[in-house]
């Protein structure tokens, strides 16, 4: 009987081909990638719950995403 090994939610292969195909800049053989996942799945949490007790619609995203791109950014 084999012993499995356990999925993670981190597809650490295929999100570091994505990272090489949309930026110009070498990725390093350490865990540059995941932190980079981190800080995408901050955004992508932030993004949702940054809603302002609305409804989730196009402009509600938009104007979040605007507020978190000028955070992120200093």
């Known amino acids: ?3 499995s090994k ?5 597809p650490q ?3 570091r081909a994505v990272l090489a195909k949309k930026t110009s800049h070498r990725i390093a053989k ?5 932190l ?6 901050d955004y992508l949490s932030k993004l949702l719950h940054r809603k302002d007790g609305t409804e989730l ?3 509600s995203i ?3 995403h605007e507020k978190l791109m000028k955070q ?3």
């Open 72 to 74: 992120y950014k200093g």
């Open 62 to 64: 938009e104007e979040a």
């Open 6 to 10: 356990p999925k993670g939610s981190y």
């Open 30 to 34: 350490d865990n540059t990638d995941m």
């Open 13 to 15: 292969s295929r999100f």
């Open 36 to 41: 980079v996942y981190l800080v995408y799945m």
């Open 57 to 59: 619609t196009e402009r």
């Open 1 to 3: 009987m084999a012993v």
